[in-house]
């Protein structure tokens, strides 16, 4: 950017910020007028009432007081009369004092949201008045051209990321259908079978009874596809746990929903590893969740090993099935949004590197590990 294009959008921020100061300085004295044109009005309100007080004391006294039956002073009943007048304009002006009131306060709340666009603006005012102090940017002085022409990105590395993005896409309407289609689906008929039983619990108390039931079941089907929501999106991962206690507690949870598979587990870490970063915990169980899921449900596998490896500088893993192998090429034509595909390409973003080993007769041997940089 030139020097003259630099001090042209400048002047045009400057004029900017001038105008719109200039607008709220305008509007907070014109507020400020009506406030105290409010206040005079109550004001006002408060000296009327206290007069029509008085004078409603005045006709209470003379109609109360007592007479002698001798007297030869007969009321009317003129003076009750302009008392309940008088009552009646009271009741009309605290009715007014508390519309006034009601007011003001409204009035008093966008006040303030005006002084403080007001303390913004005159702050940036400053600001700018201390810019124009310091000296523009020279013209070959560009910074951004500099930054991208010493930051080379590898091809293959673009590419990968923009693999990752369609993935995530992908993940988000995946969820955001399950959403639509098994939430707001059970829920909008929930809600029209609630507004049915309203009539059936007195016209027709055993359909009413079934139809308690559907929506059991329904909501029931709305909290299952919550679960699986949330499971998507690794809702249920708590990274503040070591991995070798998310990996146990994973790992006890698969040996329960599956009890007839043999599984052999060896998990190894080393105890000089106090912490690591959140990244490598939630990608190495995505990983292992990936890829066991695979053999679970598709290998027909008796029995499952897991080996897993922590050392200070390095995570390993590895996971072999007896169960049916997948074709050679299986893994190479997978579409990209498969599991399968989402596992390569973050093993690839974590610098890492992954052996897939298949045989139609011999089942799956799969391995992946990357350095954790702690």
Not at 82 to 102: F, N, P, T
Not at 141 to 168: A, N, R, Y
Not at 226 to 240: A, G, H, M, N, P
Request: charge should be negative; glycine fraction near 4%.
């Amino acid at each position: 950017m030139g020097s003259s294009e630099y001090d042209d959008n400048f002047e045009l921020i400057e004029l900017a910020n001038k105008d719109m100061l200039d607008y709220f300085n305008k509007a907070f004295l014109n507020h400020l007028e009506d406030i105290q044109s409010v206040k005079t009005q109550i004001f006002e309100i408060d000296i009327k009432t206290d007069e029509l007080e008085k004078t409603k004391d005045l006709y209470a006294f003379k109609s109360n007081s007592k007479k002698s039956v001798f007297s030869p002073i007969i009321s009317d009943g003129s003076d009750t009369e302009r008392g309940k007048i008088i009552s009646d304009q009271l009741s009309s002006l605290a009715d007014v004092r508390e519309s006034l009131i009601m007011k003001l306060r409204s009035m008093e709340i966008r006040l303030g949201e005006l002084k403080k666009h007001l303390s913004k603006l005159n702050d940036a005012a400053d600001a700018i008045d201390a810019i124009k102090s310091a000296p523009a940017p020279e013209e070959e002085d560009d910074g951004f051209e500099l930054l991208f022409e010493e930051s080379k990105i590898p091809e293959d590395f673009i590419v990968h990321g923009k693999t990752v993005l369609m993935q995530s896409a992908y993940d988000k309407a995946v969820a955001n259908a399950l959403l639509d289609k098994k939430v707001k689906d059970s829920m909008d008929s929930v809600t029209h079978k609630l507004d049915a039983l309203s009539y059936m619990i007195t016209s027709d108390p055993a359909r009413a009874k079934v139809t308690l039931h559907e929506i059991n079941r329904s909501a029931k089907r709305v909290i299952n596809a919550v679960d699986e929501v949330q499971t998507r999106l690794d809702y249920e991962l708590d990274s503040t746990k070591s991995l070798k206690a998310l990996l146990e507690e994973y790992l006890n949870e698969q040996k329960q929903a599956h009890p007839y598979m043999n599984f052999d587990t060896d998990l190894t870490c080393d105890e000089s590893v106090s912490s690591l970063a959140p990244v490598y915990s939630i990608y190495t169980m995505k990983l292992i969740g990936i890829y066991l899921d695979n053999a679970l449900k598709h290998a027909n596998a008796d029995s499952i090993e897991i080996k897993f490896m922590l050392t200070p500088t390095k995570i390993e893993v590895a996971i072999n099935d007896d169960g049916d192998g997948m074709e050679p090429d299986a893994p190479s034509k997978a579409p990209w949004y498969s599991s399968l595909k989402k596992a390569e390409e973050i093993i690839t973003l974590l610098g890492g590197e992954l052996h897939l080993i298949t045989d139609l007769d011999q089942g799956t041997k799969v391995s992946f590990s990357y350095y954790t940089n702690n």
